[in-house]
Every structure is written in C-alpha cells, then in structure tokens.
T-cell receptor, first 112, second 117 residues
Framework: AQSVSQHNHHVILSEAASLELGCNYS??????LFWYVQYPGQHLQLLLK??????LVKGIKGFEAEFIKSKFSFNLRKPSVQWSDTAEYFC??????????FGQGTELSVKP | GAVVSQHPSRVICKSGTSVKIECRSL??????MFWYRQFPKKSLMLMAT?????????EQGVEKDKFLINHASLTLSTLTVTSAHPEDSSFYIC?????????????FGPGTRLLVL
C-alpha cells in the first residue's frame, strides 16, 4: 500500500531562515505529488503540485518543491520564511485516479 | 475559482442524534467528492469517496451505516453522522475533484467541527 512519510513533526525557525520539509513516499509507479498548507483556523490550501515534466515545481508564496524519483522524495523548500508561514504543511500523493494519501503533517512555527 | 464550501462550520449535538454536513463545489462540477476526518495534531484520514449518482466507497474500518453519504448532484455531497456519540467528535473535511482541467487536484472545504455531548 502507498504511504507518505514526513520526517519533521515540528519545525521552529526564525524569520528569514531557509526551510526544507522532507516528504518521502512508497510507491513504485507513476504518482502525482502535492503539498498543502493549513494556516491556523483555516482550510487546506494547495501550495503546489507535480504531475509530470520539470521536477522542480514552483508554487504560491515563494515555495518550491523538487521531485527526485530515485529517492521517492518531494521535499518542500523556501529560501526565506516569514512569520506568516506559520502553519501545518501536508505532503500528499496519489496514483492517477486513485485516492489521496496524506503524510502526518509538519507543524512550522516561525518566530518573528 | 475552485471554491468548496461546507455547512455548518460548527455543530454541537446531543448523543444519539443525527447530524448532516453539506459539502458544495461553488464554481465547478464535481462527480467525485471525498470525506475526511482530521483529529487534533493528526493528518487527514480518508473516510469515503462520494460519487454522484452511485453509492459511496468507504475506507476500511469506516461504518457505512453510521456515516451516510449522499451525492445528489454534481455540486453537492452530504455526510450524515447517525446516532452520534462523543467519540464521533472530530473535524470533518470534504474535498472535491473538478470534472474539468487537472482532474487529479482536490480542493478542500473549510471543515466542520462536530462536538457530541
């Protein structure tokens, strides 16, 4: 069965620090990859997604993610975080037409 | 575009009563919608896949008689928690997959917080 693993449960950074959140999945076939963000008290929003093509994907709010097929990874990055990036981040994977499998989530706290 | 709404946003009910939660895709049609449950500090757990005009597909361990799903139109799915008990208290989130464009993307509703007393 597919699974998604986010290694960092809680990350605390100061403003302007660089961010990288890990995401690994287990599935050998073709997958679609997503990062969602959930700001405090708000609903899940799509940050970025990868279906095919350039493995470096740029999303909203300065986020990007790189799909490395050989490592089954889709890590999320941002060069300089802001206090407003404080949120819960979820990596998710599905095979075409299949259900979305979520990782456990990573709580990001950015100190002003 | 791609807005999904849920109603109500919060509901408190007595044990033994039933609660209906609505999920609507406001500006797109969605043959397929999904219902998730999210526990505090936990990830989203898929409960069922709701298909317009047919029966929902439930995940293993989810009681179909307790969590009734109806997908009556291309923009509306409802989840009814029947004979609710305190352990059903949770945050229920729906998502919808657009019938057009990039069909693999799910758009999420704001969630419904259910508290069963």
């Amino acid at each position: 069965a597919q699974s998604v693993s986010q290694h960092n449960h809680h990350v605390i950074l100061s403003e302007a620090a660089s961010l990288e959140l890990g995401c690994n999945y287990s599935y050998g076939g073709t997958v679609n990859l997503f990062w969602y963000v959930q700001y405090p008290g708000q609903h899940l929003q799509l940050l970025l997604k990868y279906f095919s093509g350039d493995p470096l994907v740029k999303g909203i709010k300065g986020f990007e993610a790189e799909f490395i097929k050989s490592k089954f990874s889709f890590n999320l990055r941002k060069p300089s975080v802001q206090w407003s990036d404080t949120a819960e981040y979820f990596c998710a994977v599905n095979e075409k037409g299949g259900k979305l499998i979520f990782g456990q989530g990573t709580e990001l706290s950015v100190k002003p | 575009g791609a807005v999904v709404s849920q109603h109500p946003s919060r509901v408190i009910c007595k044990s033994g009563t039933s609660v209906k939660i609505e999920c609507r895709s406001l500006d797109f049609q969605a043959t397929t919608m999904f219902w998730y449950r999210q526990f505090p500090k936990k990830s989203l757990m898929l409960m069922a896949t709701s298909n317009e005009g047919s029966k929902a597909t439930y995940e293993q361990g989810v009681e179909k008689d307790k969590f009734l799903i109806n997908h009556a139109s291309l923009t509306l799915s409802t989840l009814t928690v029947t004979s609710a008990h305190p352990e059903d208290s949770s945050f229920y989130i729906c998502s919808a997959r657009s019938d057009r464009g990039q069909k693999e993307t799910q758009y999420f509703g704001p969630g419904t917080r259910l508290l069963v007393l």
